[in-house]
């Protein structure tokens, strides 16, 4: 039984004249009859009782008639629905991001989207980089921001959007650093340190950057929220480096970093958007897409 011959079967009962119902559906009489008769055969028994002057509906035919045209219905119910997630009028697109990603302005460019495309139901997840690649790639999520300092990519995902962040060091108001434009990192070696610790991006990058640098931090605090982070550091309680966006928005004061030896680049993390193809097949997902360029 196949959608087509139920149209033509549900075409012919509501007209009761193959020649009108062959009209109305484009296709040829014989056409027609032949797919009718097909679905006759299929189900072992006739469905319209046939003369010259008019085509009834058997005792058979009554009872698929009703099944057909439901079918029919929720098939068309169900094209609906695929054609509006095609065209971003419905759906869902599901966004995952770590605690600092502070790249771009995410929350305008979701307004930007629920602007444009209403109908799309929006569901942001904040959460450590191994959960975001772990969820985009098992579907959970269509895309996620991520930081790549710890966790390589997966084989199956790729980065769409690179977004590289400078690393400073925060200070509070009253310290002895406060008025430096740069230092070294030798020069905070058994300074008390705030560690943001959540999950592997941003502490492992740090851990590494003084590693490197043969310079050992004196942890005094640990924590998984970066305002209390800053908080702890405004207090005088502490220095921490965190990426200069962040440290713009604290208002604190920023002091740069230098490298050891002639290394001139400034230290920095790598955060990306990923997904699991280069196009992503959630039409709200390349839709978000084109509102980050």
């Known amino acids: 039984m196949e959608l087509r011959q139920l149209r033509h079967f549900v075409a012919v009962a509501e007209t009761g004249q193959f ?36 085509v009834v509906l058997t005792t058979a035919g009554r009872a698929l008639s009703e099944h057909a045209q439901r079918i029919l219905r929720e098939v068309q119910v169900a094209e609906q629905a695929i054609t509006a997630v095609r065209d971003a009028a419905a759906g869902q697109l599901a966004l995952g991001v770590v605690q600092t990603f502070t790249a771009i302005d995410l929350p305008a460019r979701i307004a930007a989207l629920h602007a444009r495309h209403p109908g799309v139901d929006i569901v942001l997840r904040e959460a450590p980089t191994v959960d975001l690649l772990a969820a985009v790639e098992d579907g959970e999520m269509d895309l996620a921001f991520v930081a790549l300092d710890a966790t390589p990519l997966p084989e199956r995902l790729v980065a769409l959007r690179d977004y590289p962040e400078m690393l400073v060091l925060v200070v509070g108001p009253e310290h002895r650093l406060a ?20 999950g592997l991006g941003l502490q492992t990058v740090v851990e590494a950057l003084f590693r490197v640098a043969g310079v050992e931090r004196r942890i005094a605090f640990r924590t998984s929220q970066m305002e209390q982070a800053l908080s702890l550091v405004r207090h005088g309680l502490g220095i921490a480096v965190v990426p200069e966006p962040v440290a713009r928005r604290s208002g604190l004061p920023i002091v740069r970093l230098r490298r050891v030896g002639g290394d001139t680049h400034p230290p920095a993390r790598s955060l990306a958007l990923v997904g699991r193809t280069r196009v992503p097949t959630n039409p709200a997902a390349r839709v978000f897409l084109e509102l980050l360029s």
Do not use: C, K, M, W
């Open 19 to 54: 020649t009108q119902a062959a009209a109305e559906l484009g296709i040829s009489q014989s056409g027609l009859s032949a797919s009718i008769r097909a679905l006759e055969n299929d189900l072992h028994t006739p469905l319209f009782e046939r003369s010259t002057r008019s």
């Open 179 to 198: 008025e430096r434009d740069a230092v070294r990192l030798a020069d905070v070696a058994g300074q008390p340190f705030v560690d943001f610790q959540a």
